[in-house]
């Protein structure tokens, strides 16, 4: 059991990881910190958290985890505040979407990243946002990713593993860099393409309407581009290096795509409409796994 | 009341317009003709048809509607077969999703478009296919866009729309052309970004596994690259004009939003995300009504 647990940054998912701590008994108090005041008193109304602060320090001060929840490009600032108040005995750990730009934060404030301090990422996003849309059950099957580094504890990490899986998640670990790499593909890459889609189709809409003739596929389709507009610009800042890349590499096979259409080359299009679909279904039969 | 409705490609399409016409009591008889006998027999079994010809001829002999519900690819052949046994007394209507192609087909076969030929697309598709998946209230709620011609039959055109909102659809009426820009733009060109990032990825998942870490909102993203490979490669030929110059513009802004990321323009991609959460919200708001 955790005595004092403190949630830095009281949303979707900082909200959901107190949330689901409690309702399994995990945790004995939690501390809800946040610059955002109203956020504060929603999480006490709601009773996701026990005590609220607006400092990190205060917040933090006797807590025996402390998980960071901030959107990515907070993190800094909260290592900041952090490092004068930092404790030997607690466990730090944070919910970042993306790994080597807070590791490198780490390092800029601390010198070196603390060995107490376990990276990590739970992949359970939502297009809701706030802690009125958290849920003790948010991370019930989903993975969660840690990304420790060679002079992390050992302890430090099977606790916080620990606590992932009690919270019903599905946990790896894996080299920062990888982590970057994968999430950068699968997620932060069709985040970009759909935000843009949508855009670039919002303002034809404004000239001429479009929309209302949108049906199933294409709800689906954006369903990301209702996601908080300034999580997905710090997550596009923070790992830019890894993005960037595969949206030149998806311009060049759109590029393809569009000769293959322009030229009418049917049996090549084909084949990589066959080779897409059979793609999706390896995913799907691993999503059932 | 429809005597005898003829249904030239009995899958999903063709299947869901059978089915959902007897549901209704607005046909007496229901002919299926299909290239394919194995179609042919699950329909008679299903019950969606209640008879069956592989001969477009000998299907729609004494026909008084005639849906043709092929594959765009397959219309003009259709059409040609059609030519000899083409009946005065009879509507004929189609439902492929592309339309300035089907109207050149029709004037390839025909040297004009005849009267009683009304050019139909309903947009309902779905990532299923095959009559299996057809079902009677398929087209409740959707839309389905009419584009006659100035020569098409004022009377034939009245008789298929009325058809379409008995089987529930709301139904409007479009230039053949601006049908064909504004599909390209909300249905065709996301199903061209779906194909190729899932065969993208598919390469990268063989090379080192990336699909487990994918969550709910790459699979909804991705859900259209599961749809049927032949149906898509035909409407890409069909529609190339004006997907292609889609494409073209869509890279162009992908390569702007890649700039942003790597130049660390934080407001103007904040801008660009917010502009896009809000165009997805007034498409929502107008699915509702």
């Given at each position: 059991?955790?005595?004092?647990?403190?949630?830095?940054?009281?949303?979707?998912i900082?909200?959901?990881i107190a949330?689901?701590?409690r309702?399994r008994?995990?945790v004995?108090?939690?501390?809800?910190v946040?610059?955002?005041?109203?956020?504060?008193?929603?999480?006490l109304?709601?009773?996701?958290?026990d005590l609220?602060?607006?400092e990190?320090?205060?917040?933090t001060?006797?807590?025996?985890?402390v998980m960071?929840?901030?959107?990515v490009?907070?993190i800094?600032?909260?290592?900041?505040?952090?490092q004068?108040?930092?404790?030997?005995?607690?466990?730090y750990?944070?919910?970042?979407?993306?790994?080597?730009n807070?590791?490198?934060a780490?390092?800029?404030?601390?010198?070196?990243?603390?060995p107490?301090?376990?990276?990590?990422?739970?992949?359970a996003?939502?297009?809701?946002?706030?802690?009125?849309?958290?849920?003790?059950d948010?991370?019930?099957?989903?993975?969660v990713?840690?990304t420790p580094?060679?002079?992390t504890?050992?302890?430090?990490?099977?606790?916080?593993?620990?606590?992932?899986?009690?919270?019903g998640?599905?946990?790896?670990?894996?080299?920062p860099?990888?982590?970057?790499?994968?999430?950068?593909a699968?997620?932060?890459l069709?985040?970009?393409l759909?935000f843009?889609?949508?855009e670039?189709?919002?303002?034809?809409?404004e000239q001429r309407?479009?929309?209302?003739?949108?049906?199933?596929?294409?709800?689906?389709?954006t369903?990301?581009?209702?996601?908080?507009?300034g999580m997905?610009r710090?997550i596009?800042l923070?790992?830019g290096?890894?993005?960037?890349?595969l949206i030149e590499?998806?311009r060049?096979a759109?590029?393809?795509?569009?000769?293959?259409?322009a030229?009418?080359?049917?049996e090549e299009?084909?084949?990589?409409?066959s080779q897409?679909?059979?793609?999706?279904?390896?995913?799907?039969?691993?999503?059932e796994?």
């Open positions: 059991v955790i005595e004092r647990l403190c949630v830095i940054g009281v949303g979707l900082g909200g959901s949330r689901g701590a309702a008994g995990l004995r108090t939690v501390v809800g946040d610059l955002d005041g109203g956020n504060l008193d929603k999480a109304r709601l009773g996701v958290i609220a602060s607006r990190v320090a205060e917040g001060a006797g807590a025996d985890l960071i929840a901030t959107p490009g907070a800094e600032g909260v290592l900041r505040e952090l004068p108040v930092w404790s030997e005995r607690a466990i750990t944070d919910a970042g979407s993306t790994k080597i807070v590791i490198a780490a390092e800029r404030v601390f010198g070196a990243v603390p107490n301090f376990v990276p990590g990422h739970p992949i996003g939502a297009e809701r946002s706030g802690v009125e849309a958290s849920t003790a948010l991370y019930a099957g989903k993975r990713i840690l580094l060679a002079l504890d050992t302890e430090a990490t099977a606790r916080v593993e620990a606590l992932w899986r009690e919270l998640a599905k946990v790896s670990r894996m080299e860099r990888h982590h970057d790499e994968v999430l950068a699968t997620s932060h069709p985040h970009v759909a843009v889609l949508t670039m189709l919002g303002r034809k809409d309407e479009i929309f209302q003739y949108a049906a199933g596929g294409f709800r689906d389709f369903r990301i581009a209702s996601s908080d507009p997905w710090d596009c923070a790992n290096r890894e993005i960037v890349p590499q998806y060049e759109l590029k393809q795509a569009a000769e293959l259409i030229e009418g080359r049917a299009l084909h084949a990589l409409f897409a679909r059979g793609a999706r279904q390896r995913f799907l039969d691993q999503l796994k």
